[in-house]
């Protein structure tokens, strides 16, 4: 049976807010842009162009880690009361599958486990095709902000 999903987000902005915030970082310099929030996962996509590509004409593998990044932390923010936490990552891994030359690539994120002191969320990336090029895990750390 199909259930609803459950709302997953302690704050949840809708995309145009998302990429206002991202304004002049290392997600605009790569053209990363938020394309739909949903109930439990969170997307974006990325241009295959000179400012993403390596040497040889295809997608670097450090331009799927900085959208795989930038999915998995958002979403950890978004998860959280920024008033009294903040997340910081504590490791990050990617498995390159299949190389993408041109186009865009698609980036969606779902958790695999939040907790009051971590949480870790799956990356999947595929090209315009829809094919998987790169999956990817990122655990962040929640931690109390300090009162002053």
């Known amino acids: 049976m199909n259930e609803p999903k459950k709302e997953i987000w302690f704050r949840k902005p809708d995309v145009h807010e998302l990429n206002a915030m991202h304004q002049n970082t290392m997600q605009s310099h790569c053209g990363i842009l938020f394309t739909e929030i949903g109930?439990?996962?969170?997307?974006?996509?990325?241009?295959?162009?000179?400012?993403?590509?390596?040497?040889?004409?295809?997608l670097h593998g450090g331009a799927n880690v900085v959208l795989a990044e930038s999915l998995g932390s958002i979403?950890?923010?978004?998860?959280?009361?920024?008033e009294e936490?903040?997340?910081?990552?504590?490791?990050?891994?990617?498995n390159h599958v299949r190389a993408v030359r041109s186009g865009q690539v698609h980036g969606i994120t779902r958790p695999l486990?939040?907790?009051?002191?971590?949480?870790?969320?799956?990356?999947?990336?595929y090209d315009d095709a829809g094919k998987l090029s790169c999956v990817s895990r990122i655990t962040n750390a929640i931690l109390k902000r300090e009162t002053k």
């Open 75 to 82: 979403a950890s923010v978004l998860c959280i009361n920024l």
């Open 113 to 125: 486990h939040i907790g009051r002191s971590t949480q870790i969320w799956e990356i999947k990336i």
């Open 39 to 58: 109930p439990d996962y969170l997307k974006a996509s990325m241009p295959v162009n000179e400012y993403t590509k390596q040497p040889h004409g295809l």
């Open 85 to 94: 936490y903040t997340c910081v990552g504590l490791e990050i891994n990617a």
